[in-house]
């Protein structure tokens, strides 16, 4: 073998090796940053190699005194999270032949969906009030437990509660109907009520290490929006509320991607002057939550318990809706 084709190997391994390098490394560890810088950085929120990452050379020089070593700190953190690497067309495939899908427990809404709701992505739930979208929070909570050969991932669930919607007799009687032991079902289920926006924005960052540590595969945040709308009122405050609202988002698809989970958000509607999609409502958090997402289910309500769901925002799925309705077992076709 030519030594050029030696080095092209290490060099692939070594992309690879950063790839794998944890975002949430400190930030102590990266070249050039001691103790000291360490404490500077972290005392202005750069705890981690992925904050130093997406840090701009300018905030960063702000707090180091130096805008060349700054660049450096930001140049070796994304080498070490492999973020100046491109990869071929085929490890984008191999990576999707990867993603896992958790049965939502309507066979024609998985079937709209391409087998469930889907690992490494954002999946946002929208709709009005009392649309089902906590119902199928819910539902969700219990599916993922359930064993591969019934639609689940044979995992457990993380839920953040933002308005207290959390019913665990809801989740009991879901889990009864779908032949589960109704304790245990709670029991698999981590979950955290969550007070203010940053409460909910460091919930997330909890919830990487029960990620690790536990066997997890759905992320609930119902809903994302309700903290950032009532603590961001008005026009005047709708830039910091995205920009924060994108963050989170931002955070959450990151966690979904590292650690093989689906993230599922609920988003609530406001009426609009224009018609969005044939629809007088539009989602809150507009086009912010649209891009952080990947997906984007849109519940109506129909007549009496029947509820019409659509996908759109999708790059993968037709765009098409079904219906499913809510009763005393769940969501069911
Ligand atoms: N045990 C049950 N049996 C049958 N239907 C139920 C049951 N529990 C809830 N529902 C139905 O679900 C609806 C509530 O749905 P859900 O709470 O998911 O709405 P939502 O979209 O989250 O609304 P919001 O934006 O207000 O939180 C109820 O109006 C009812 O129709």
């Keep these: 073998m030519s030594s050029k084709k030696k080095k092209t190997d290490a060099e692939a391994a070594q992309v690879q090796a950063a790839v794998?390098?944890?975002?949430?490394?400190?930030?102590?560890?990266?070249?050039g940053v001691g103790k000291v810088t360490g404490a500077k950085l972290k005392e202005k929120g750069f705890y981690t190699v992925k904050d130093v990452?997406?840090?701009?050379?300018?905030?960063?020089?702000?707090?180091?005194?130096?805008?060349?070593?700054?660049?450096?700190?930001?140049?070796?953190?994304?080498?070490?999270?492999?973020?100046?690497?491109?990869?071929?067309?085929?490890?984008?495939?191999?990576?999707?032949?990867?993603?896992?899908?958790?049965?939502?427990?309507?066979r024609s809404l998985d079937e709209l969906l391409g087998g469930g709701i889907e690992t490494r992505a954002v999946t946002e739930v929208v709709g009005e009030f009392g649309s089902g979208k906590t119902q199928l929070c819910h539902q969700l909570a219990v599916m993922v437990q359930l064993p591969e050969e019934r639609g689940g991932l044979g995992a457990k669930a993380i839920y953040i509660d933002?308005?207290?919607?959390?019913?665990?007799?809801?989740?009991?009687?879901?889990?009864?109907?779908?032949?589960?032991?109704?304790?245990?079902?709670?029991?698999?289920?981590?979950?955290?009520?969550?007070?203010?926006?940053?409460?909910?924005?460091?919930?997330?960052?909890?919830?990487?290490?029960?990620?690790?540590?536990?066997?997890v595969a759905l992320i609930v945040v119902d809903s994302v929006i309700a903290h950032f709308r009532s603590e961001f009122p008005g026009r005047e405050n709708l830039a910091e509320r995205q920009q924060k609202l994108n963050k989170h988002v931002?955070?959450?698809?990151?966690?979904?991607?590292?650690?093989?989970?689906?993230?599922?958000?609920?988003?609530?509607?406001?009426?609009q002057p224009d018609v969005f999609f044939?629809?007088?409502?539009?989602?809150?958090?507009?086009?912010?939550?649209?891009h952080g997402a990947t997906y984007r289910l849109w519940l109506r309500k129909s007549k009496e318990n029947i509820r019409i769901v659509k996908i759109f925002d999708s790059p993968y799925h037709p765009e098409g809706e079904v219906s499913f309705r809510i009763t005393e077992e769940g969501l069911i076709d």
């Design 20 to 31: 794998e390098v944890s975002p949430d490394l400190d930030v102590e560890e990266l070249e």
């Design 53 to 106: 990452a997406f840090a701009s050379v300018k905030e960063l020089a702000e707090i180091i005194g130096n805008e060349e070593r700054a660049l450096q700190i930001i140049e070796s953190a994304r080498k070490m999270l492999g973020l100046h690497s491109f990869i071929s067309a085929l490890e984008v495939y191999e990576r999707r032949k990867k993603i896992r899908r958790i049965s939502t427990g309507v």
């Design 162 to 215: 933002t308005e207290n919607t959390f019913r665990p007799e809801r989740i009991m009687q879901m889990a009864r109907a779908r032949g589960l032991d109704p304790d245990q079902a709670l029991n698999n289920i981590f979950y955290a009520r969550a007070y203010s926006s940053d409460h909910q924005m460091i919930l997330v960052e909890h919830a990487k290490s029960i990620v690790k540590q536990h066997n």
């Design 278 to 290: 044939g629809n007088p409502l539009r989602p809150a958090g507009g086009n912010i939550l649209a």
């Design 250 to 271: 931002a955070d959450l698809l990151r966690l979904a991607d590292a650690y093989d989970v689906a993230v599922v958000i609920t988003n609530q509607v406001m009426a």
